[in-house]
């Protein structure tokens, strides 16, 4: 099942300035730690690893753990040299494995 | 009383205060040395390199209300270029129930060394950033962070 992920990133750019991209998930990070209302602990349900590639080249990598907040949000630089396409890979348990993309136009 | 009368009395008694004043800088409780189980994680990110103070900053308020959603930032100084770029930044907790919290893999691509995230926190603790450049060298910010409200650990 998909997920909600925002990617928010200015629309356009000067070349050379550098960027911050944010991105926020619509994910409980159920952390493996917690007993649910039957008393047994509620199994772990988070995001392993988030990726993102401008046009093809690795820009940013994270490797999430349960001490994230539930709907994480991650926010990083990136500099703005050409337009093209941010590609953010989000991968977790349950089979969570989703791609998302957003345009930067530099001008 | 008169004024004259009243000072060798005082006297005695603020040299005590400014005594006192003065123990309570020194004697304040430096950072928890970490546990055995934190220092274990920051080993398997640093490889048992050394790590130094300095160089990043770790965001994050001393006192946070609700531990469920604890906004913290890490920026490196480091001009990002391809000869001198932050590689890796790590944040990790002393006692949550796992130390790890987010480990980030960054390049010159990324034109400035700072990342924003929200952790949660199970208790009063605390948190360390840690950054390692591409000359191998590891950096570290720890800072002490008293939590209100922990996150939930308990049912419900």
């Not at chain 1, 989000?90 to 969570?96: A, K, P, Q, T």
């Not at chain 2, 008169?2 to 400014?18: G, N």
């Not at chain 2, 391809?82 to 949550?96: K, M, P, S, W, Y």
């Not at chain 2, 060298?137 to 962070?145: A, D, I, L, P, Y």
Request: with cysteine.
């Amino acid at each position: 099942m998909n997920i909600r992920v925002l990617i928010r990133l200015p629309a356009t750019a000067r070349p050379g300035e550098v960027v911050e991209v944010r991105l926020l998930l619509q994910h409980p990070m159920e952390t493996g730690f917690r007993p649910g209302a039957d008393g047994r602990t509620v199994p772990r349900n988070t995001v392993r690893r988030i990726e993102a590639s401008f046009e093809g080249e690795r820009v940013f990598a994270a490797d999430l753990f349960p001490a994230i907040a539930a709907n994480p949000y991650l926010a990083f630089a990136l500099r703005a040299t050409r337009s093209g396409t941010l590609a953010v890979s989000i991968e977790g348990d349950n089979g969570l494995a989703q791609r998302e993309t957003a345009v930067l136009t530099v001008t | 009383m008169s004024a004259s009368t009243a000072t060798p009395a005082v006297q005695p008694r603020r040299r005590a205060l400014l005594l006192a004043g003065a123990c309570s800088v020194l004697l304040r409780p430096a950072l928890a040395a970490p546990t055995a189980e934190a220092q274990a994680a920051v080993a398997r990110f640093t490889g048992g390199q050394p790590v130094r103070d300095g160089r990043v900053v770790l965001g994050i308020d001393a006192v946070v209300e609700n531990g469920n959603t604890v906004p913290l930032t890490v920026t490196v100084d480091s001009p990002m270029t391809a000869a001198d770029h932050v590689q890796r930044i790590a944040v990790f907790t002393e006692l949550n129930p796992q130390p790890d919290v987010l480990v980030c893999h960054l390049g010159p691509a990324n034109g400035r060394a700072q990342i924003a995230t929200r952790m949660r926190m199970a208790q009063s603790q605390t948190v360390t950033a840690l950054a390692q450049l591409n000359d191998g060298s590891f950096w570290r910010h720890r800072v002490e962070v008293v939590v209100a409200l922990a996150a939930c650990l308990e049912g419900g």
